[in-house]
Antibody, heavy 121, light 107 residues
Framework: EVQLVESGGGLVQPGGSLRLSCAAS????????MDWVRHAPGKGLEWVAR??????????EYATSVKGRFTISRDDSNNSLYLQMNSLKTEDTAVYYC????????????WGQGTLVTVSS | DIQLTQSPSFLSASVGDRVTITCRAS??????LAWYQQKPGKAPKLLIS???TLQSGVPSRFSGSGSGTEFTLTISSLQPEDFATYCC?????????FGGGTKVEIK
C-alpha cells in the first residue's frame, strides 16, 4: 500500500524557516517524481515544487511564489522528500501535502494527509 | 502562467441530479488536465487524468471531456458521497496550476 506521511509543520514567525519531511513507503520511491502542494485556508490548491527522479537528474521546478525561498530535495536511500522553507511569509500559511506524480502521466496519484504550517507573529 | 477558471464556484444539487462542472484554460493545454475531489480535512483524490481517463476505482458516474481550452467534469447521478469540492489541474507547462474549485453541496 502506498503511503506518504508528512511531518515538520508548526507555528513559525514571519521571516523564519521550517523544514518539512515526507516519508514514503509501498512503492519504489526512486522511480517517481515527487511534489509539494499546499492548501491555504479559504483558497484553492497551489502547486509548490517538484523534484524529478534520478533518471531526470533530480531536476526541480518551483512555483513563482516560492522560488528563491523554498528548496525541494529528496533522499532516495531513505525514501524521503523534503521542503526547506526560508523567509516565510504570512501568505505561506497552509496545509502542505506531499504528492506522488504517476509514472508517465505525472498527475498526482497519491497524496499524504498533510501538515499544517502557520506563519504568524 | 496558465490560468484555470472553474465554473460555477458553488453548486447546490440533489441526490440523483446530473452535475456538470467547467474548467477553462487561459491557453491551449491539449488534454493535459486532471480532476480531483477533495473532502474537508482530507487530501485530494485523483478522479480523471488526461482530460477523460477515469482512474481505477473511481465510479463510472464520473466522466471528463474536452481538449484545448475547455473541459468538463460530469457526475451522471449525484450520490451522497459525492458532496465535496472538485478542482481541475493542468500539466501543460510549469508552473502547474489548479482551478479555484467547485463546491458541490446538498440542496
Amino acid at each position: 500500500e502506498v503511503q506518504l506521511v508528512e511531518s515538520g509543520g508548526g507555528l513559525v514567525q514571519p521571516g523564519g524557516s521550517l523544514r518539512l519531511s515526507c516519508a514514503a513507503s509501498g512503492f519504489t520511491f526512486s522511480d517517481f517524481y515527487m511534489d509539494w502542494v499546499r492548501h491555504a485556508p479559504g483558497k484553492g490548491l497551489e502547486w509548490v515544487a517538484r523534484t524529478r527522479d534520478k533518471g531526470s537528474s533530480y531536476t526541480v521546478e518551483y512555483a513563482t511564489s516560492v522560488k528563491g525561498r523554498f528548496t525541494i530535495s529528496r533522499d532516495d536511500s531513505n525514501n524521503s522528500l523534503y521542503l526547506q522553507m526560508n523567509s516565510l511569509k504570512t501568505e505561506d500559511t497552509a496545509v502542505y501535502y506531499c504528492a506522488r506524480a504517476g509514472v508517465g502521466t505525472r498527475y498526482f496519484d497519491y497524496w499524504g494527509q498533510g501538515t499544517l504550517v502557520t506563519v504568524s507573529s | 502562467d496558465i490560468q484555470l477558471t472553474q465554473s460555477p464556484s458553488f453548486l447546490s444539487a440533489s441526490v440523483g441530479d446530473r452535475v456538470t462542472i467547467t474548467c477553462r484554460a487561459s491557453q491551449d493545454i491539449n488534454n493535459y488536465l486532471a480532476w480531483y475531489q477533495q473532502k474537508p480535512g482530507k487530501a485530494p483524490k485523483l478522479l480523471i487524468s488526461a482530460a477523460s481517463t477515469l482512474q481505477s476505482g473511481v465510479p463510472s458516474r464520473f466522466s471528463g471531456s474536452g481538449s484545448g481550452t475547455e473541459f468538463t467534469l460530469t457526475i451522471s447521478s449525484l450520490q451522497p458521497e459525492d458532496f465535496a469540492t472538485y478542482c481541475c489541474q493542468h500539466l501543460r507547462s510549469y508552473p502547474l496550476t489548479f482551478g479555484g474549485g467547485t463546491k458541490v453541496e446538498i440542496k
